[in-house]
Nanobody, 123 residues
Framework: QVQLVESGGGLVQAGGSLRLSCAGS????????MGWFRQAPGKERELVAG???????NYADSVKGRFTTSRDNTKNTVYLQMNSLKPEDTGVYYC?????????????????WGQGTQVTVSS
């Protein structure tokens, strides 16, 4: 069982930065692939970034070069650094955990979800 708690969301102007954190519980946290999903109003949840248990990362084309995800398994924490934010980055951001090696785009393949944190980027 893994519990996930996100923090770090908020309101920022376009061009600004935010850093999201996701604190996990459980001794097996380091074995999970972790994903960051975003859900904008009226849209489906989409994967924006992911990191495997050994630190391999991948990103949606829309955030490549602007977002960076990392993890610190000693702290059971995953991070999402978001730079050069755009209004289209607005949404609720969810941290997720998957009990497999690979990061995948299908949200149904993830076992645990955080409560979400709101990110709003004003123009």
């Amino acid at each position: 069982q893994v519990q996930l708690v996100e923090s770090g969301g908020g309101l920022v102007q376009a061009g600004g930065s935010l850093r999201l954190s996701c604190a996990g519980s459980g001794r097996t946290f380091s074995t999970y692939a972790m994903g960051w999903f975003r859900q904008a109003p009226g849209k489906e949840r989409e994967l924006v970034a992911g990191i495997t248990n050994i630190g391999s990362t991948n990103y949606a084309d829309s955030v490549k070069g602007r977002f960076t995800t990392s993890r610190d398994n000693t702290k059971n924490t995953v991070y999402l650094q978001m730079n050069s934010l755009k209004p289209e980055d607005t949404g609720v951001y969810y941290c997720t955990a998957r009990g497999r090696y690979a990061v995948v785009a299908d949200p149904k393949q993830y076992d645990y979800w955080g409560q979400g944190t709101q990110v709003t980027v004003s123009s």
